[in-house]
């Protein structure tokens, strides 16, 4: 198997709404995004699936060292030989990767966040830098950079992603001994911990936590409207797959607002023929 055909397999099984998106650009552009993605699902999945904190931190540190070593012109793993001769015609430096490890390996460390400001540190590094490389890759020609407007709208659209998937995955992320509801709004809303946990029905549901859930929807709802309000209008046609992930995420947000925040028991999600509409919706307007 080829690198180029790992990474293409690695991103199309994640089933991410991301995916859709990455169907519509050029070709070289296409690969840069699909490797780099497949990177982002490889050291999250560590994460996820690795059990031994200790195991996963180890496997966390070999990937720091992968990528030092790609950059020295050595890469070993597939998704960095996919992606190192794409690097820098697309701005991707090995300090973006490194940050995505960082917001991985505080996964192995916290699992609770004290406030909003401690959670959005979180999203800038799993969320927020991963956007301004996408962006870097969907409309900037090599060797420029893009405008502070854009990379605003960039890493804005990144943080409004990771608090839909939060919202998306309370119950998930709680069954792993992971809560990112911070605790102030939490106690805010009178919500206990416990609550989340709960395996069996009615599970936590009550008004306190639609109403603590409400709170978490509007915030991102603001981030994206922050978002698309920074973008530039002659950016738009560039950056037309991230504004494809913008459709597909809040759509999904407003489906679960429609649900009632069913989440603790069920992961809520699109069909696959669904992301694509809504992405082939969005590519068709900003033509």
């Known amino acids: 198997m080829t690198p180029q055909q790992y990474v293409q397999d690695k991103a199309a099984a994640s089933g991410s709404s991301f995916y859709y998106a990455f169907l519509f650009l050029p070709p070289t552009r296409r690969a840069a ?7 982002c699902r490889e050291v999250d999945d560590v994460v996820d699936e690795v059990s031994d904190p200790g195991v996963a931190a180890t496997k966390l540190a070999w990937w720091r060292k992968a990528v030092a070593e790609a950059w020295d012109g050595r890469p070993h793993h597939p998704v960095l030989q996919a992606l190192m001769p794409l ?11 490194s940050q995505v490890i960082d917001g991985c390996e ?33 409309g900037n020609a090599p060797g420029t950079t893009l405008s502070p407007a854009t990379l605003r709208y ?7 992603f990771q608090l839909t998937n939060i919202i998306r995955d309370v119950g998930d992320d709680a ?10 709004e939490l106690q805010r809303f009178e919500v206990k911990a416990s609550e989340l946990l709960q395996r069996e029905a009615p599970w936590g549901y009550s008004e306190r936590f ?17 978002a698309l309000a920074a973008l530039p209008a002659e950016e738009r046609r560039a950056q037309r797959p991230g504004l494809m992930m ?5 759509t999904l947000l407003r489906e679960i607002e429609a649900g009632g925040f069913q989440v603790l028991h069920q992961r809520v999600s699109l069909t696959p023929l669904r992301k694509l509409w809504l992405a082939w919706q969005t590519n068709w307007r900003e033509r």
Request: with cysteine; charged share 20%.
């Open 33 to 39: 995004i699909t490797a780099f993605y497949a990177f």
């Open 87 to 97: 690097a820098a015609d697309h701005g991707i430096r090995a300090e973006h990767l």
């Open 106 to 138: 505080m996964d192995l460390t916290q699992t609770r966040y004290l406030d909003e400001t401690a959670l959005l540190r979180y999203c800038h590094l799993v969320a927020g830098v991963v956007g301004e490389v996408a962006a870097g890759i969907f």
């Open 154 to 160: 960039a890493h804005t659209l990144g943080r409004a």
């Open 175 to 184: 069954r792993r001994g992971r809560i990112y509801l911070p605790v102030a």
């Open 210 to 226: 639609t109403a603590l859930m409400k709170f978490q929807a509007a915030r991102a709802h603001r981030y994206y409207d922050e």
């Open 246 to 250: 913008a459709e597909i995420y809040r």
